[in-house]
């Protein structure tokens, strides 16, 4: 391939950058068809017929421009289900952590001030949760039904916008359950030491800890695409 086309080629992927993989499947299929394009003018292989197949092809910023959309409604969409799906791994998670100490034990001790300071952890680990998993389920149904054909892409981007943020917090709710978790986990058991009884309870902590950081990493990425994407429709 000559530079023109490795040009137009590595153009076409920084467009496309919202989705790599979508980015690697059209670049795959872009060159297949400006060689195809070569091979069958009747001038041959010269920069005016491979400026023609690149043409057929379409510009790069126009291809980007009409697959953006069904792409970030997909990559939305996912990202609704992982904080909706993580946020009910965290409670799986909970409940096995109380059931292992016993369902119907209340956490408290001696110590009336560390009893005040797990009563108000509690109630942020309580409304946090519900309030990531009510907040994860809205944002999800929000971008779930809509249909890429029956809408303007100014009315989709502003859908994938209200989605996300709604994810976004959702995915901060996330975070202060799982924190709210370590804390009371460790109150409780700070007094058993070193001993096995801990092994269970730093197990769920740490996976909830894990789909935590998967949740935040995945939340970004998809913001980040969204945002890369804004240049393709000009206000």
């Not at 909706?84 to 799986?92: D, K, N, Q, R």
């Not at 119907?104 to 001696?110: K, Q, R, T």
Request: with cysteine.
């Amino acid at each position: 391939m000559s530079d023109l086309t490795n040009a137009y080629l590595d153009t076409l992927t920084q467009e496309l950058s919202f989705d790599p993989a979508l980015a690697r499947r059209m670049r795959a299929e872009a060159e297949d068809h400006i060689r195809e394009a070569i091979a069958c003018d009747p001038m041959g292989a010269t920069i005016e017929s491979e400026r023609r197949a690149i043409a057929r092809f379409g510009a790069a910023r126009d291809i980007a421009a009409q697959c953006a959309i069904p792409s970030l409604l997909k990559q939305v969409r996912h990202a609704g289900a992982s904080v909706t799906l993580i946020a009910v791994g965290v409670l799986i998670a909970m409940k096995s952590r109380l059931a292992w100490y016993g369902a119907a034990s209340p956490i408290d001790g001696d110590d009336p001030v560390l009893d005040d300071l797990r009563a108000i952890i509690l109630s942020v680990d309580r409304y946090a949760f519900w309030c990531a998993l009510l907040i994860a389920v809205y944002g999800w149904t929000h971008i779930g039904f809509v249909r890429a054909s029956r809408e303007t892409s100014l009315v989709l981007r502003k859908r994938l916008r209200q989605s996300l943020t709604m994810c976004s917090a959702a995915a901060v709710a996330v975070v202060i359950t799982v924190a709210s978790d370590t804390i009371l986990t460790a109150l409780k058991l700070f007094p058993a030491g070193q001993s096995a009884a801990i092994f269970f309870p730093s197990l769920t902590i740490g996976l909830e800890a894990a789909l935590a950081i998967v949740l935040v990493l995945r939340l970004r990425i998809t913001v980040q695409r969204l945002a890369s994407s804004a240049r393709l429709f000009p206000a």
